[in-house]
């Protein structure tokens, strides 16, 4: 195992940002009755209602309780459909110049990553292909509202593609404790098409109380010419310091910035960890009550789960300090989609849209699986994220439609939901 230590950071740079808002389409399919899952799993009927009180610091709901309601669908007004013919713009003038020069193509335009924070849902919107306007979004959840715009943010101004102070594409996004976003932007546009490295890669840390960038780190001296970055995450160690994580699928590396301590990492994996590096690299992060984090990953044609400690991570330490968690429940290629800010992991499997839960204090074996939703036929789950109301939210596409050009004019179809199941009868 290789450990490469870099000493240097880029120095801070100030820059807008971007906010988009996120609309939402009904994905529940018709059952008996639903009840919508929290952390918890408890049984007691829980209120919707919002109060400030409510909140802890990532914005998310203090008391996750269990939502069963089998006289109606208690989520129907806490479902939103997202698409890419719903975004705001400033004026119908603006849209119509990008339209007629082909920088926005709604059927191209498509949501893979979310982030919840009290009613905002910040979203990332890769440009895979030619006609996306913005990168990184926002939308503003209202009760009953299924469809709502999506809005630039924190601005246009940042999304100016070709502009290398601007984002370029953002593939995955994080919030953290103290409210700062996270953008992962890996610079290279178009990838599903002929693919254009317009930047270098780079992370973005936005202030969502104010919408002021606050941070820029230059990625260029931690990646090599085989890095594919794909997934970032977001630890704070027990004296409060922020460190970021990234996954590099390409380079079969977990990439690790000591933000306050301007140092950088790169941490190889073992061989036996990857059966290809032209695979999706899966990782998710879970934290016990005492403050002790884990970052879980996984190839996903591997066989086997994998974890390392935060406390590792931190210092750079590989060599001795990777756990082999234990082999993938039936053999079957595992998605991870993410983890509730506790103990408790979510995924499903490769072509499947059933999402399972497990407590990652528990041995991970088949028998300690709990299956908390139960797909339908269109969509795939992309996400599970904790956040509004309380809920744990699933964000699901027809992603494999999209990048086989089967959509049709209306684009990928992609909802917001809280994660749901039957009710036992």
């Known amino acids: 195992m290789q450990l490469q230590l870099h000493n240097t950071l880029q120095q801070q740079q100030q820059m807008p940002l971007i906010l988009f808002a996120a609309t939402l389409a009904t994905l529940l399919r018709p059952t008996p009755c639903h009840a919508a899952y929290s952390t918890n799993l408890h049984d007691d009927p829980a209120d919707v209602a919002d109060t400030a009180a409510d909140y802890d610091s990532y914005g998310h709901h203090n008391s996750n309780k269990y939502v069963s309601k089998c006289?109606?669908?208690?989520?129907a007004a806490l479902?939103?459909?997202?698409?890419?013919?719903?975004?705001?713009?400033?004026?119908?003038s603006t849209k119509s110049i990008y339209v007629q020069s082909g920088r926005y193509v709604p059927r191209n335009v498509i949501v893979t990553r979310a982030q919840l924070r009290r009613d905002d849902v910040f979203v990332a919107l890769p440009r895979y292909k030619q006609g996306v306007p913005f990168t990184l979004g926002r939308v503003q959840l209202k009760r009953g509202q299924c469809v709502a715009k999506i809005a630039p943010y924190p601005c246009w101004a940042i999304q100016e593609e070709g502009n290398c102070q601007a984002l370029q594409s953002v593939v995955d996004i994080a919030v953290d404790p103290n409210g700062l976003l996270w953008a992962l932007d890996v610079g290279l546009v178009n990838t599903l098409e002929q693919p254009i490295r317009r930047c270098g890669p780079k992370i973005v840390a936005i202030n969502t109380a104010d919408n002021k960038v606050v941070k820029i780190i230059d990625m260029t001296d931690l990646v090599t010419s085989e890095s594919r970055l794909q997934f970032i995450v977001v630890d704070y160690s027990k004296d409060d310091k922020p460190f970021v994580y990234v996954a590099d699928a390409g380079a079969r590396s977990i990439l690790v910035y000591d933000i306050a301590g301007g140092k950088s990492y790169r941490i190889v994996l073992p061989k036996a960890t990857a059966p290809t590096t032209?695979?999706?690299?899966?990782?998710?992060?879970t934290a016990t009550p005492e403050g002790t984090s884990t970052l879980y990953f996984t190839y996903l044609s591997s066989p086997r789960l994998y974890s390392i400690r935060g406390q590792y991570l931190r210092v750079g330490q590989g060599a001795g300090s990777i756990v082999d968690v234990g082999a993938k429940p039936y053999g079957k290629q595992m998605v991870l989609l993410g983890a509730d800010g506790g103990t408790n992991l979510f995924f499903r499997y490769k072509g499947e849209n059933d999402i399972y839960m497990w407590n990652s204090e528990t041995c991970f074996k088949a028998a300690n699986l709990k299956d908390v939703q139960h797909g339908g036929d269109c969509r795939l789950s992309t996400q599970v994220l904790p956040g509004h109301r309380r809920f744990m939210?699933?964000?699901e596409s027809n992603f494999h439609d999209f990048i086989s050009e089967r959509t049709g004019c209306n684009g990928a179809s992609i909802v917001l939901h809280p994660v749901v199941r039957e009710c036992d009868n």
């Open 71 to 75: 006289d109606k669908n208690p989520v």
């Open 393 to 395: 939210w699933v964000l």
């Open 79 to 92: 479902t939103f459909q997202l698409s890419g013919n719903n975004l705001h713009w400033p004026c119908e």
């Open 278 to 285: 032209t695979d999706v690299l899966y990782m998710a992060l």
